[in-house]
Structures are given as C-alpha cells and as structure tokens.
C-alpha cells in the first residue's frame, strides 16, 4: 500500500516538474528574442562610439584644449574656458562629466567635487558595461534552456513514432541554441571593447582635471605643440609655462611649488568674451 502511494506521489511530482518545463518554452523564446534585439542595439551604439573614438579622438588636441581653458580661466574668462571643455565630445563619457564639471564651476563652486565626479563616472562606466556583460551569461543559458525544453516532447514523439512532433520540436531546439550563442558572442565582444574605452575615458579625465587644477610647474610644453595651438587659434595664445617655471624656480632657491590658480566661479550676466569680469580665483598648493 505505501509502496502505491509513492510511486504514484513520484510520478506526479515528475508530471509537474515535466508541465512546468513545458510553461517555461515560450517565456524563454521571448526572453531569447529580447536580448536579442537588445544586443543589435548594443552593438550599433558600440559602432557609434568606435567612429566618433576614431573620427575625433586626438591626445594632443584634448591637451591642448584643456590648456587653453586653464589659461582662460586664469585670465577670467570663463566662458571662454568652457567653450573649450566642450569641444571633447569623442566620447559620451567624457561629455557628460564635462557638462557636470563645469556646473560644478558655474554654482557648487567645491574643491573636492571634481575628484568625486571622476570616481562616479568611474562607477558609471561599470554600470554600463554590466548591461552587456548580462547578455554573455544570459543568452547562453536561454539558449541551453530553449534546447533542452523542446527535447522531452521530440523524444516522446519519436518514441510513439509522431515524426513531425519530434521535426516540430528539434527546429525550435536548435534555432534557440544558435540565437543564445549569438548573444552570448556579441555580448563578449561588444564587452571586451568597451572595458578598453571606458579606461581610456577614465584617464583622459583624470590627465584634464590634472591640467586644469594640477600644478603649473610641472607642466612643459614644447614648440610643436604651441605651433599647433597657433594654428587652432592665434587670437589665444597660451603662456609660456617652462620659462615662468624656470623663472619661479630661479626666483625662490627652497623648491616650493607656487599656488596655482583654479576656477570656480563663473562670471554673472552675459558678454562677450573679452567684457568678462574678472572671475574669483580660489589658490591652494597642491
């Protein structure tokens, strides 16, 4: 008697686990057919990034322009300065820090606030490389699980001799499996790529906040460069910053680094650039 009653209480806990693998089916080809076209969306905003990276990502042009606002700002001229911040548009990341840095100087007006952005924007590139990072484990697993839902039917119908039930279900098993393992691929490589640009991102930004707030005196800047910040814009010539260096260095024998000017407040009201007041300068030595 009790040896009835758990054979039959085995064979519906098997009939439910059976029934409850057979709802599974169509939750996982739709769940499939979203990361899908979530991974064809990723991978043409990864092509975007790539062609702005490769059409207008310059080094030397990124020095040179936050060189340029660090001369303006020092000359009071904030406007000036921002309107060569925002010239780096290679990269979203970059832009959008820029934007919150520059109202951090237009209302904050804090010290610390540009070290905190970089390390947000830090996170904010893990965040963004998670969504594809989820696609190389999820689609994989929606593919195993596309195949392997479809193969207790085909199997029961090649056991009862129904070959189009087993066709039925070997097409839909094998088709997940190809569209899994395609996200998963696309997902890697869009993964891969992406954790190279957001590093390069993360230390364009650190080497401009270095310009804009480090000290003066350890930055040399050679002919060709100031040729080409000529050549961009004679109006605005940047200072020559080896030969104050070499004079700071000469004039005061201890070795102590001078304060260095940094912006934080915008001027008010409107203007060209050269009517602009005279911005407030907070200094501290680094």
Same mark, same amino acid.
């Given at each position: @008697? ?50 702005? +990276?490769?059409?207008? =990502? ?6 040179? +322009? ?12 904030? =406007? +000036? ?21 520059? =109202? ?36 994989? @697993?929606?593919?195993? @699980? ?18 189009? @039930? ?51 005196? +350890? ?68």
């Amino acid at each position: @008697m009790h040896l009835i009653i758990a054979t039959t209480l085995a064979r519906g806990i098997e009939q439910a686990i059976y029934d409850i693998s057979r709802l599974l089916l169509y939750p996982v080809l739709i769940a499939a057919l979203f990361c899908l076209c979530w991974a064809i969306v990723e991978v043409g905003w990864f092509l975007y990034e790539l062609y702005l +990276r490769l059409r207008y =990502r310059d080094l030397e042009a990124l020095e040179i +322009r936050a060189l340029k606002a660090r001369d303006a700002f020092a000359k009071g001229q904030p =406007r +000036r300065a921002y309107k060569y911040l925002q010239e780096n548009t290679y990269s979203t990341v970059v832009a959008r820090f820029l934007f919150d840095l520059i =109202r951090n100087y237009q209302t904050e007006r804090l010290a610390e606030k540009p070290l905190k952005l970089l390390q947000e924007y830090e996170f904010y590139t893990v965040k963004r490389l998670e969504k594809t990072r989820i696609l190389v484990r999820v689609g994989p @697993m929606l593919g195993l @699980m596309g195949t392997l839902i479809p193969l207790a039917p085909a199997l029961t119908g090649l056991a009862e001799g129904n070959t189009q @039930m087993l066709t039925d279900n070997l097409k839909i098993a094998f088709s997940v499996t190809v569209i899994g393992l395609l996200i998963g691929g696309l997902g890697f490589i869009v993964s891969i790529v992406r954790d190279r640009f957001y590093q390069q991102d993360i230390s364009d930004l650190e080497y401009i906040l270095e310009l804009l707030e480090g000290g003066g005196g +350890r930055l040399r800047i050679g002919p060709p460069r100031r040729q080409r910040a000529d050549i961009d814009d004679a109006g605005d010539d940047l200072p020559d910053l080896t030969t104050a260096a070499a004079a700071i260095a000469a004039g005061d024998g201890s070795g102590a680094t001078p304060a260095t000017a940094v912006p934080f407040a915008p001027v008010a009201g409107g203007g060209a650039d050269s009517g602009d007041e005279p911005t407030e300068i907070i200094s501290w030595r680094p």
